[in-house]
């Protein structure tokens, strides 16, 4: 099992009271409805951009991507190019009529278009949703955490969303934004130092370069596929048409995303914001993706565990299926 040093918990726990400190504090004073739900209509471009990014990522795109590049390679990035599209789209048409209706919500607008009953299904729909999603989010870095704390999963879900509500009711959309500017610099520093840390960590032989050969030869720096085949989930053309429709529904539908870009300062800072993250996040996938390659190619030369979880390792030997768990590993 791995244990945590006094300076690991340092960090950790400084950093997670600071993002959630921060985020209340800048909130105080919030005295209505439209400084909670709006953040008082204060957000700049910058922030507006990294909260979308972080909304649409967290944590379950720093940890699945690079899963997915070590399987599949470098494809999955044709999924967002239909984003730059959709973002344009929204600041021309969905960010104007928001603002010019004054909504509180996405879902304002269909009962002001269709009825109330229409207003309440989606918003019953969305809530159902992004309950289920939030569960994934918060489940996926638990798993992580498991590892170096040796807590199970059940109380570091607990602990995590505890956290979460806490800054999330105390400061409504403002702490949300503010935490969430901070937490993409902390990801991306984070990326960065994964990154560099797995290349260093290759044999003294294998360059950079001669890493990327490696990648290639076994297909995974394949980035464009410009066939027509069904069978391919990942194509230039699924990523231009399905992407830009996906996109378009859930930034410009959805209440998560909505939010982030209703508290800003103005219409020009809303759509400076959708065009600052239309512009990094395809960018920072690729990035994501090239430091699960990079895994991929660091466990050419070392030997992968059967299980990484030591917790759920112990979990196994202990039970019925102890034996065929230790065959695995010889």
Known sequence: MQILSFVDWTVLIVTLLAIVAYGTWQTRGSKNVQDYLKGGNTSKWWTIGLSVMATQASAITFLSTPGQAFND?????????GLPIAMVVICMVFIPLYHRLKVYTAYEFLENRFDLKTRTLTAILFLIQRGLAAGIT???PAIILSVVLGWDLLTLNIVIGLLVIIYTVSGGTRA????????MVVIFIGMLVAFFLIVDKLPADITFKKALDIAGASGKMKVLDFSFN???RYTFWSGIIGGTFLMLSYFGTDQSQVQRYLSGKSVKEMQLGMIFNALLKVPMQFFILLVGVMVFVFYQFNEAPVNFNPTATEVVLNSEYSEEYRTLQD
């Open 176 to 183: 949300v934004n503010v935490t969430q500017k901070h937490q």
């Open 138 to 140: 918060i489940f996926a």
């Open 73 to 81: 390679g470098m494809g999955f990035v044709q999924f967002y190019f």
């Open 230 to 232: 069904l069978n391919n």
